[in-house]
């Protein structure tokens, strides 16, 4: 069964950092990739980038070079490591999995409670 739970989320200053963990399920984890994702109040959710099976990682541009993703197999989790927040990185992320095509369009199925981010000062 494909499960995934969020957690790790809270306030943050404008330049600092937090790191999200997102439980996994084997079922998830063998999909071909697993996706970070947000959605800020009023706007849409958003891709923020994704791991494959291989470990190799995809971010929005926004993103680039201050969040980095990360997969520990023992443990089933897959970490988003946030450095450099902005305000306009507050909002609630989500964990999911399924194939690349279906990550990056964000059509997958059930989604998690999510942990909220804001980043404030």
């Known amino acids: 069964q494909v499960q995934l739970v969020e957690s790790g989320g809270g306030l943050a200053p404008p330049g600092g950092s937090l790191r999200l963990t997102c439980v996994a399920t084997?079922?998830?984890?063998?999909?071909?990739?697993v996706g970070w994702y947000r959605q800020a109040p009023g706007k849409e959710r958003e891709l923020v980038g994704y791991?494959?099976?291989?470990?190799?990682?995809i971010y929005t541009d926004s993103v680039q070079g201050r969040f980095t993703i990360s997969k520990e197999r023992k443990n089933n989790t897959i970490k988003l490591q946030m450095y450099k927040l902005k305000k306009e990185d507050t909002a609630l992320y989500y964990c999911n999995s399924g194939s690349i095509d279906d990550v990056v369009r964000g059509t997958l199925g059930s989604w998690g409670q999510g942990t909220q981010v804001t980043v404030s000062s």
């Open positions: 791991i494959t099976k291989g470990r190799h990682t």
């Open positions: 084997k079922a998830a984890l063998n999909n071909e990739a």
